[in-house]
């Protein structure tokens, strides 16, 4: 490929692919990431980590129920 | 999006009891061909493999027809599931032979012997686990969604 087969090819590259017009963001996102952040996903309250704990002990003291449970979902 | 509620709820629904099913195939199989545990798995998982995802379905297209106004907090609706579920799950599993019934126990699996007070743990506990499941992973699953 020589000089001007080089320069006819970025040409037609120039010609196909047009420089983007407006490059800049609209606006900030960075505060939006902050607050996605500091969201906390799901609240789990008390009540319910009792909950899972009471049926995760009952695993463990009455392990001839696992089969069931299992069955069960 | 508020094309196809129902079919969207249908998937939701779905969802939960199919990773979960993952689970409970690996643990009968590792019971069944590990431990040599006399499961006659390919009948045992007929009912956590089509009956229940397809009854999570059916409830959540359920729950999403009763419109906002008129119902549960999706946790205590979960919970009532049990109810539904626990007495054709002990009909099936009598009648394809891996549950029989003696004067003072349940024997599941010809091997396992759970007295009747067990009954008295089994259930509530079923309805707990359900109650979190419909509470934090239906329920969030609607809402990704948009049919909370």
């Known amino acids: 490929m020589n000089h001007r087969e080089d320069e006819k090819l970025k040409a037609a590259l120039k010609q196909a692919l047009p420089p983007m017009a407006d490059v800049e963001l609209g606006r900030d996102l960075w505060p939006q990431m902050l607050r996605k952040l500091g969201e906390q996903a799901i609240r789990v309250p008390w009540w319910d980590w009792t909950l899972a704990a009471l049926v995760a002990s009952s695993f463990f003291f009455f392990p001839k129920a696992i089969p069931v449970f299992l069955y069960l979902f | ?148």
Do not use: Q
């Open chain 2, 1 to 148: 999006m508020n094309t196809h509620p129902y079919l969207r709820a249908y998937m939701a629904g779905i969802a939960v009891p199919t990773m979960l099913l993952l689970a409970i195939m690996t643990a009968f199989t590792i019971a069944r061909h590990v431990y040599d545990v006399p499961l006659p798995i390919e009948r045992v998982i007929v009912f956590p493999m089509a009956i229940v995802p397809n009854l999570f379905g059916l409830w959540n297209i359920l729950y999403v027809a009763m419109g906002s106004g008129r119902r549960l907090p999706i946790g205590f609706y979960g919970a009532l599931l049990p109810f539904v579920l626990l007495p054709i799950a002990f009909t099936m599993a009598t009648f394809l032979g891996f549950l029989s019934f003696t004067p003072t126990a349940l024997v599941w699996f010809e091997i396992l012997h759970i007295p009747y007070v067990f009954l008295t743990i089994v259930f509530p506990g079923t309805v707990a686990v359900y109650y979190l499941i419909w509470k934090y992973l239906v329920g969030s699953l609607n809402e990704l969604l948009g049919i909370a």
